[in-house]
């Protein structure tokens, strides 16, 4: 007899656990819902770029024959505190992204550090204010033509 009781009590415990299972399932449907209906579809973050991020790019060219300049040092410096850093590619581009709202501003110092090696060029600063359309474009772009050095 206590044997029938065991299996009889083991029986309801299953019982109630699968219904409780299924309330706790139905209650996790019902909150991820009610957060996507606040919140919008939830999006993942694996690195990609986020709204904010805003690309920086241009090219550097040189004054007086119009090629571009590689080998340039690229130094983006965000409200005189942050600062990157980027090297201009064979075909004179450089490209950084960087978390900016419209109305920052930006500084962009380039710098020939590589000496003769693709012909010696004075130092040019630029000064930018992000602007509502570079924020909703997502990119700053800025060419800038580099004197040579005698």
Sequence with gaps: ????????SLKIHLVVI??????????????LHSCMVKYGTPQPDYGIIVDNYINFHGK???QDSLKPIPG???????????TLYATTSQTGSYSSYYVVEAGQYVKLIYTDTDGTLHGNFYGKDT???????????????TDVFLQRKP
């Design 1 to 8: 007899m206590a044997r029938k009781i065991t299996k009889f």
């Design 18 to 31: 699968k219904l409780l299972m299924h309330l706790i399932g139905i209650a996790g449907f019902g909150m």
């Design 60 to 62: 550097a060219y040189s």
């Design 72 to 82: 340039l040092s690229v130094k983006l410096t965000v409200n005189n505190s942050d």
């Design 127 to 141: 000064n930018l204010t992000v602007t509502w359309e570079d924020f909703s474009n997502m990119y700053c772009e």
